[in-house]
């Protein structure tokens, strides 16, 4: 499988494009796995309470989560945490070129579903972030809202661009989307790699309000997103040494992603399920 992750191919032959390709390969791949774990954990934690109407057991992880009696925040929060699989699950399928190629009908309603469950799992969670609250303090409730703006604008502007058959700029802004949305899923990755690189809470807090918690409220998704621009340049416009340098960026952070991944699955995600 290859996962083509620029809106433009490499010239044949290329070697540099080649290794580059493979390079995007290898993180997408990474961060799918990761992916599929966390929406796993979520279907299982909150979906299996839920089943068996036991709200108050979201409450072991959340810290203003489910409420006795706060009807409209509780379903709100409800339909967050569902959105929360339906798009953690719906955003990797997008990028496989082989389901584009092959099953575009499908490509075509999971991405308006992804579209969608965008919007609203954004502002349903801005509505949680200010109602309800969060960890940490200001910095993380500015810059998960701040993320929640740009997911609902990049969507939107995916969206706009399809239906103007602006199909470069249109995937393009679906990876833009893609990598925003996946801002929660970066910040939980990225907190456990710098955990384990530094063999402990350096820069947390003690009220979850740390340098680094407070730099990486914003840096989940602004690094992400600025790496990918940067593949992108590569990709398209960069000569040889461009391209190799970027493979090289990413091989590295495939393997940075990799260990954040089995820091989150054995940290944050495997200690609740049991
Ligand atoms: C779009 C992708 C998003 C996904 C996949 C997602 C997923 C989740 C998950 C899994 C949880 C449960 C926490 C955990 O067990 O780790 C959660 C909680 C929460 N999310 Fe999101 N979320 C997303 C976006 C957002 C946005 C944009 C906001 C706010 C602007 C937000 C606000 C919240 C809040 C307030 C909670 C409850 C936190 C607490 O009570 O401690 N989420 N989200």
Redesign the pocket.
């Known amino acids: 499988m290859t996962v083509t992750l620029s809106t433009t191919r490499a010239a044949p032959g290329v070697k540099a494009g080649k290794v580059l390709g493979a390079s995007a390969t290898t993180w997408f791949v990474t961060a799918a796995i990761g992916q599929v774990l966390?929406a796993l954990?979520?279907a299982m934690?909150?979906g299996g309470a839920a089943l068996s109407g036991n709200f108050q057991k979201w409450n072991d992880?959340?810290?203003?989560?489910y409420v006795r009696g706060g009807t409209v925040g509780n379903l709100v929060?409800a339909i967050?945490?569902l959105?929360?699989f339906v798009?953690?699950v719906g955003g990797p399928l997008q990028l496989v070129p082989a389901l584009r190629a092959r099953f575009l009908p499908f490509h075509r309603w999971n991405g308006r579903v992804y579209m969608v469950t965008?919007f609203v799992?954004?502002l349903?969670?801005?509505y949680?972030?200010w109602t309800?609250?969060?960890?940490g303090g200001l910095a993380m409730r500015a810059g998960?809202?701040l993320?929640?703006l740009l997911?609902v604008i990049a969507a939107a502007t995916a969206w706009r661009m399809v239906l103007a058959r602006r199909i470069d700029a249109h995937r393009r802004w679906a990876l833009r989307a893609f990598i925003?949305?996946?801002?929660?899923?970066f910040f939980?990755v990225g907190l456990m790699f710098w955990i384990l690189a530094n063999q402990g809470p350096v820069g947390i807090g003690k009220d979850f309000d740390g340098p680094f918690v407070r730099f990486w409220a914003y840096g989940c998704y602004l690094v992400p997103l600025a790496v990918l621009e940067l593949y992108l340049r590569a990709h398209s416009g960069g000569g040889k040494n461009g391209r190799l340098v970027m493979a090289t960026g990413l091989f590295l952070l495939s393997a940075i992603t990799a260990i954040g991944i089995a820091g989150a699955a054995m940290g944050?995600w495997l200690p609740?399920l049991t």
């Open positions: 966390f954990y979520v934690f909150y992880v959340l810290v203003g989560g929060l967050h945490l959105l929360a798009i953690t965008a799992v954004s349903a969670g801005i949680a972030v309800r609250g969060t960890a998960i809202s993320n929640g997911i925003l949305v996946s801002g929660v899923w939980r944050l609740r």
